[in-house]
């Protein structure tokens, strides 16, 4: 039997009011048959002389979320969005917007037409194409401006800021707020009546320079050189000064340049990839049991960070710490966390008290006993953790599942302590936990599968990135990570200089080079991973000494004032005492004293990173390359328009890919051979990311 599609535009008529609902689940992006049903469906209603007006609204619980993002990476198809926002510019009877749930992109585009915007409590409004690499594309630069004033819309569409409805009615945005279940009854009600107000025959209103001045200046340091945010500043200023045709000109030649970007690309593919994060395949697929109330042991920096993001999703926490003083301590960490976002306004002094509310800290082991999940932070140290797995055996329920946070103890044998090691799995935070949003959800060899699916609805809960992984020496992000600091050592023993190294690595957009994120996080913190692996370490892999050498010399990075880099001087320099190390573990090495462009280091640490990522994708511990993309952007400062390492790869072209690996692997020995995904991909033409872009 043939399946009825869903109607995607709906048209229904309340008197002489028609209403058109938008219906494309689950949150009626503009796709191109959603544009060609109001091209066709908008000019009938502005025709027909039995309707007085017309209302504009979604279904789902959703206004209208902007433009097809899937749809953006082919050509574009007509009509264009443009094209729909014309017809309601064009209309001669009024035109409202009712606007539950989000208005955004392209959504807030159609509203912005409208001679009347209504929204309610539940709106979310806003112009964050710049998040995706482009700017509003039709008629948000020129729109917002006349509504808001230039200022004001600055910051909007650079900052790609989505604002509650109370924000979007303060500034004008929304004309009114109407209680959800009686707006659009409302909004019917006024229709008729409303008077024509259409942005497009308004000036822009006057503002003082000084104002528009300080908004582009803001605005411009925040964009860091982002292409994108750049163009709006250029076109939402032009609204200023071009008439409103030339201006909507200039805006559709930067959006279609800007759209084919492969800024735009990247930041389009970690748009899908993110929303792929903790998405198992049917056979592993589970119903996440309940949880409301989160059990933290260990209230140190991570407990913390992971108590306040908790508490933050409006759950409630309790922490476990061993005495009453370390309880008096984590309440001071605690305070401190929640006065710093109550000092960079991301929360107001009240938000801050009822979310401190919902954190009970107690050194009593029995206020375990009616938590839902049950987070280990404690020290990381396996027998830390075995002790507190089997005390834990005494108070959690048969449902709870326990998480330990850990970033590379065995979790298959700390589960080995628990009663029911089908409850348990890993949780690996980054720090700060309540500011990253990646979390590695550890799967162990008997984690049930509905253990696992609350995982991963809690990681959700929490605002965070779930990835899936498996058990396995650094799961994803660290073993990789891991890897390409080798390849950056090895250069640097080969006669590349580290500062050589991190300006290239720094130059390709990440915040810092591998040489300044290990004095960053301390060079002893690798020297005892290359410690505790090294009874099982291959003899053919190539081992450099240097590092150990800086480490034997006290210069642990960053905490001891020195590491690869001094931090004596105003900015960090590579000392007559770092030289003076490197020379030395060269020549014991007798080093070839390479030199490399930037570039030529930048292709190398990218091949090895991608091949790594291969090898992760082959053993199982990950289940896709946009998983470890997510990763690397979330975890390691990957930079977002690039798309992750398998994205960069992909961009890069597998086969150069493959030669860059194979010169890697003459240098590096055991563990850096080409993967057989890689060398199967090139052979068939395929790529690591195909499946999401
Ligand atoms: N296009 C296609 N799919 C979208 C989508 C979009 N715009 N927005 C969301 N989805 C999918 C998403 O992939 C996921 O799918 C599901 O909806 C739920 O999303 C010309 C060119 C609206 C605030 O940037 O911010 O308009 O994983 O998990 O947490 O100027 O989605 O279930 O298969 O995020 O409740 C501008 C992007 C586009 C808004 C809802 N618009 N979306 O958040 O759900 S460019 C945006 C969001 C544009 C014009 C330009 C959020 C949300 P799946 P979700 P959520």
């Not at 933050?312 to 006065?339: F, G, M, P, T, W």
């Not at 080969?494 to 080079?513: C, E, L, N, R, T």
């Amino acid at each position: 039997m043939q399946t009825i599609s869903q109607p995607v535009v709906r048209v229904s008529r309340h008197g002489k009011i028609a209403v058109v609902t938008i219906d494309n689940p689950p949150v009626n992006a503009l796709s191109d048959t959603v544009r060609a049903s109001l091209v066709q469906v908008l000019p009938e209603l502005a025709e027909d002389p039995t309707v007085a007006a017309v209302v504009l609204t979604g279904q789902n619980g959703q206004f209208v979320a902007g433009a097809d993002i899937r749809e953006m990476s082919r050509p574009p198809a007509q009509p264009f969005l443009p094209e729909v926002v014309a017809a309601i510019d064009a209309m001669k009877k009024p035109i409202l917007a009712a606007i539950d749930g989000a208005a955004l992109g392209g959504g807030l585009e159609l509203a912005l037409a409208c001679d009347l915007r209504v929204g309610t409590e539940r709106s979310r409004v806003g112009l964050p194409e710049t998040k995706l690499g482009v700017i509003p594309g039709a008629g948000g630069t020129q729109r917002l401006p006349r509504l808001t004033g230039v200022a004001t819309a600055l910051e909007l569409i650079g900052s790609a800021k989505i604002i509650s409805g109370k924000e979007a009615l303060h500034l004008g945005i929304l004309d009114a707020l109407m209680p959800e279940d009686r707006m659009l009854t409302d909004v019917i009600a006024l229709a008729e009546n409303t008077s024509k107000r259409r942005l497009s025959e308004h000036d822009v209103p006057c503002a003082s320079k000084t104002d528009v001045q300080d908004a582009e200046k803001s605005t411009l340091k925040r964009a860091k050189g982002a292409t994108a945010v750049l163009e709006a500043v250029r076109v939402v200023k032009a609204a200023e000064t071009e008439p409103f045709a030339q201006g909507l000109f200039l805006e559709r030649e930067a959006f279609l340049r800007l759209r084919e970007s492969d800024e735009a690309k990247a930041l389009r593919y970690l748009f899908l990839a993110e929303r792929a994060t903790g998405r198992l395949p049917a056979s592993e697929k589970a119903q996440p049991r309940h949880f409301s109330r989160i059990g933290i042991i260990g209230g140190g920096t991570m407990g913390a960070g992971i108590a306040v993001t908790t508490a933050d999703a409006a759950l409630n926490v309790v922490i476990i710490e061993r005495d009453a003083a370390a309880v008096a301590a984590c309440q001071k960490r605690i305070a401190s966390l929640y006065a710093k976002q109550i000092e960079t306004k991301r929360i107001t002094e009240e938000e801050a008290e009822r979310r401190f509310k919902k954190i009970q800290i107690s050194h009593e082991w029995d206020v375990l006993k009616n938590v839902d999940f049950v987070i280990e932070a404690a020290f990381e140290s396996m027998e830390v953790k075995e002790d507190i797995f089997r005390s834990l055996n005494k108070v959690v329920q048969a449902h709870t599942v326990v998480a330990t946070n850990t970033s590379y103890l065995d979790l298959d044998a700390i589960a080995g302590c628990a009663e029911r090691p089908e409850n348990v799995l890993g949780l690996h935070f980054f720090s700060p936990a309540h500011i990253m949003r990646l979390v590695e959800v550890i799967r162990g060899a008997k984690t049930a599968p509905d253990a696992l699916a609350t995982a991963i609805a809690l990681g959700r809960k929490i605002q965070k990135l779930p990835v899936v992984a498996a058990v396995g020496e650094g799961f994803i992000g660290n073993r990789i990570f891991s890897h390409y600091r080798k390849h950056a050592e090895y250069l640097m023993e080969d006669g590349v200089s580290p500062q050589d190294i991190d300006q290239a690595m720094q130059s390709y957009g990440f915040a810092m080079g591998p040489f300044a994120v290990a004095d960053l996080s301390g060079l002893d913190i690798a020297w005892a991973m290359r410690k505790r692996q090294s009874a099982t370490r291959n003899p053919n892999e190539r081992y450099v000494k240097i590092p150990d050498m800086f480490c034997e010399a006290g210069r642990l990075g960053r905490k001891t004032g020195k590491g690869w880099y001094s931090y004596v001087a105003a900015s960090p320099e590579l000392d007559d005492e770092a030289c003076a190390l490197i020379e030395a573990g060269r020549k014991q090495a007798g080093s070839r004293h390479v030199k490399l462009s930037a570039e030529a280091i930048q292709r190398r640490l990218l091949a090895v990173l991608a091949n790594e990522g291969a090898k992760v994708l082959e053993s199982g511990v990950a289940s896709s390359a946009s998983d470890i993309d997510i990763v690397f952007v979330n975890g390691y400062g990957f930079p977002r328009i690039q798309g992750g390492p398998m994205f960069a790869a992909d961009k890069m072209g597998l086969p150069n890919v493959l030669r860059e690996v194979e010169a890697a692997a003459t240098v590096g020995g055991a563990g850096s051979e080409p993967s057989a995904l890689l060398i199967q991909l090139v052979q068939s033409g395929g790529s690591f990311t195909a499946g999401i872009t």
